[in-house]
């Protein structure tokens, strides 16, 4: 076996040990062994296994941090901020054809924003993040995505501003979004009803607009940090989504305020992206909702795609 694919072989190793782990710890092992035999591989079937385990998941910390949960929010005076916060690890210069064209669409498409794009080498000069998470994450303990994660969280409640995933792609500036960067009030894209029922999870992360010291990440970071001081394993990929939807249930009054956009309609192009495309669908949607979250994972590049016109377009 070659050093490359010993190194493969390892990588892939650590991910069904960290796989297994979180379904030890979520007390869910036996029980996903069981649907399997049950419900079988399909990919529906997986899908409803892992809603089951985040359910259980999200109980269990209910149950851990409910007295932090009740706890009154400590609402401070924040401030609007016009940065657009943008982080791809290994440094934009390595990063993937889609992203650096997604970048540098939100770059010609928000001129007067300030758009500034974090690294490996680079994160902390812009944000403070505690060293025992640095070191963790180093270790590997703390996945990238969930390093992610705590990142932006610092940020925004540091900061504030607008957080942007790197996957982001942005064909011109429009109403609705100018109105949410001039907000001083938190948004993200969301599950609406009805297929926010049956979820455990229904606010999404890629895009968060808020002022700094927002309370309900204040809540957030104190049950987080709380966590990792006393585990060294991620009980669930959606951890930090999972506290944030527990928060906003103890605060339903913090909830309302948040403009009610789906999350639908900016992931349209997404599910498109492998298909043959159609260029008068494709510029309806970028017409009707210019702001579009894609993916550059399992994306094939054959011409004539989606993805293909995108590049090309």
């Given amino acids: 076996m070659n050093r490359k694919t010993s ?26 062994f069981t649907n399997i035999l049950t419900l079988g591989r399909s ?14 998941v999200k109980n269990k910390l209910r149950r851990k941090y409910s007295s932090q949960l009740k706890k009154d929010l400590e609402v401070q005076r924040g401030v609007v901020n016009n940065t657009i916060w943008i982080m791809w690890l290994q440094g934009l ?14 770059k010609q498409s928000l001129p007067e924003q300030r758009v500034a794009i974090l690294d490996a080498s680079n994160f902390q000069d812009y944000v403070d993040v505690p060293l025992n998470i640095i070191d963790k994450w180093k270790l590997g303990v703390i996945s990238n995505p969930h390093f992610s994660d705590i990142v932006r969280m610092e940020l925004l409640i ?5 957080w942007f995933d790197a996957t982001i792609m942005l064909d011109r500036n429009f109403d609705t979004l100018q109105n949410i960067l001039e907000s001083n009030q938190t948004f993200f894209f969301q599950n ?16 968060i607009h808020t002022c700094s010291n927002e309370p309900t990440l204040i809540r957030v970071r104190e ?31 913090e909830y309302k305020k948040i403009k009610k956009i789906s999350n639908s309609t900016p992931l349209q192009l997404m599910y498109l992206l492998n298909e043959k495309n159609n260029a008068t669908l494709t510029e309806e949607i970028l017409h ?26």
């Fill in 288 to 313: 009707d909702f210019p702001l579009q979250k894609l993916t550059y994972k399992n994306i094939s590049d054959e011409r004539g795609t989606t993805y293909w016109y995108l590049m090309k377009r």
């Fill in 93 to 106: 210069e390595n990063a993937p054809c889609l992203v650096k064209k997604a970048v540098k669409s939100i």
């Fill in 223 to 253: 049950i987080l940090y709380d966590y990792w001081q006393n585990h060294n394993y991620l009980i669930d990929y959606f951890l930090f989504h999972i506290i944030w939807h527990l928060v906003y249930e103890f605060h339903d009054a």
């Fill in 192 to 207: 609406m009803r009805p297929g926010q029922m049956g979820n455990s999870i229904w606010l999404s992360t890629w895009f």
């Fill in 7 to 32: 190194t493969l072989e390892k990588i892939k190793q650590k991910g069904i040990v960290n796989q297994s782990r979180q379904f030890i710890a979520s007390g869910m092992f036996i029980n996903t």
């Fill in 158 to 162: 540091q900061k504030g501003g607008t």
């Fill in 43 to 56: 990919k529906t079937a997986l899908e409803l296994i892992q809603m089951n385990k985040m359910l259980k």
